[in-house]
């Protein structure tokens, strides 16, 4: 029974990249059908290419004879090949170098030396910004604040820059040292912290007033949905006879465990998630099991909860199994695949779209809460606030009492 769930987990995967910093990124990777399995990729010269080829070797001429400063040959190769990829538009797909497809890959699989911070990128800025730090991590310990924005990882600018490739150079072997660029409040400063190997703690869960049951997820990483289930019947042990299930500020995860949370709520055979590729080729996920929660539940979530957080807060509210309550969601519901290429480089590219099992779209248009609550204005940080001043968690407490 692990060793299936090994194999869906890889399967399927909705780009935290897992680092720790644990990064969250908003997007969703397969990896191959297999775990282990490495798909690789043989290129043909057609026209396209060898018009490609034939204006980059003009340019290489151009730079041997009359480019005055030094050449790396290998940094104007793979320059030229992020900027291809680049020319998409798609902000989810990428290319990556030998180098940063086995940091990716490490990541993907499970490497957990780092700082204990979870980060995901603005928008509209591009700035990395801290989401969370993992309780008892360096991070934590040494003051890192969710909302902080990294600014620079070891000297090096890092806005703009892919997320996956930030985490890998945030991540590295327990005992060496990372050197950051915070700034916090518009002021920048430094700090460097020590690498240790992260403890994951995917759910916090408490009893609040009312006898009602709150767990709230940072990301669905490995481990989550069979975590999910033991914080449940501890605080059904406890007498909660309600559940309020915090996804804000959670930008996705692994597929499959936000689905093993739904196998838990839904009824067994029903549709959870339905993906679609770029020829209309539709696969569907059903659940697997007899649902054991039944206590009225109350989903948070707002502008930053994202992908396979998405797809658990869809398909609860289409079947009508939780009253959505905050903002609306990010709006991230496209599926990207991540293919090695012979010499070791990679690249992730868009491949799927998905949707909620009434067929609703979540891509660009996210998921509009049954009850829309604004956070006071006087809050200055969305990613850590005060339960008094939490009006999306006092409605959703008001709601269930």
Known sequence: MKEEKKQRI?????????????????TTIFLSSKVGETKYILVSKGEETSEITSKLDTFKSLIDKVYLGDVDEEKLK??????????????YSSYYTKEEMEEVEEDTMGNFDGIGVYISKYADTDEIVVIATIEDSVAEKQGILSGDIISKVNGEDCTGMDISVVSSKIR???????????IRDGKPFNITLTRENIKLNHIKSKILKNNIGYLNITAFDSGCGEEFEEKYNQLKSQGAKSLIIDLRNNGGGIVDEALEIADLIVEKEKTTLITIDKNGTEETEKSSKDPIITEKIVLLVNENTASSSEILAGCLKD??????VGKNTFGKGVIQELMSLKDGSGIKLTTNEYLTPNRNKINEVGIKPDVEVDI???????????????TQLQKAIEILK
């Open 10 to 26: 890889y399967k399927t995967i909705m780009l935290i990249v897992m680092v720790a910093v644990i990064t969250f990124i908003v």
């Open 78 to 91: 793979e320059s030229a090949i992020k900027g291809y990829i680049k020319g998409l538009g798609d902000e």
């Open 172 to 182: 590295g072997e327990t005992g060496t040292n990372v050197e950051l660029e915070i």
């Open 319 to 324: 079947y009508n199994k939780a009253t959505i």
């Open 376 to 390: 006071p204005e006087d809050v200055s940080n969305i990613f850590s606030i005060e339960e008094e001043k939490d």
